[in-house]
Nanobody
Framework: QVHLVESGGGLVQAGGSLRLSCTAS????????MGWYRQAPGKEREFVAA???????SYANSVKGRFTISRDNAKNTVYLQMNSLKPEDTAVYYC????????????????WGQGTQVTVSS
């Protein structure tokens, strides 16, 4: 019933930009915290950004100043605008959701999408 679908990934050159989208269904989107994680091959899943229903945001230090998380409750969608992309940003990016914001940051959220691939070439 609960469904999260990421989109917007692709191949870009270093210094370029992408905007990821995650569209949700099956729960009250406006009452949930949302977040983005990423996982590169052979590495642990890494927290990227989070946004509460109050629009308070949090970012990993590695992306601060380059990435922006936002949400459109009317469209049940959370976005990740990624600018000044670096090769080390290459990973599968996952959307997650939970009614408790702390679970977004901890990685123990209730719901996860299937991921979208982002590849940054040098």
């Amino acid at each position: 019933q609960v469904h999260l679908v990421e989109s917007g990934g692709g191949l870009v050159q270093a210094g370029g930009s992408l905007r990821l989208s995650c569209t949700a269904s099956g729960f009250t989107f406006s009452s949930y915290a949302m977040g983005w994680y990423r996982q590169a091959p052979g590495k642990e899943r890494e927290f990227v950004a989070a946004i509460r229903w109050t629009d308070v945001t949090s970012y990993a230090n590695s992306v601060k100043g380059r990435f922006t998380i936002s949400r459109d409750n009317a469209k049940n969608t959370v976005y990740l605008q990624m600018n000044s992309l670096k090769p080390e940003d290459t990973a599968v990016y996952y959307c997650n959701a939970d009614s408790r914001p702390i679970r977004i940051v901890s990685g123990t959220s209730d719901y996860w999408g299937q991921g979208t691939q982002v590849t940054v070439s040098s």
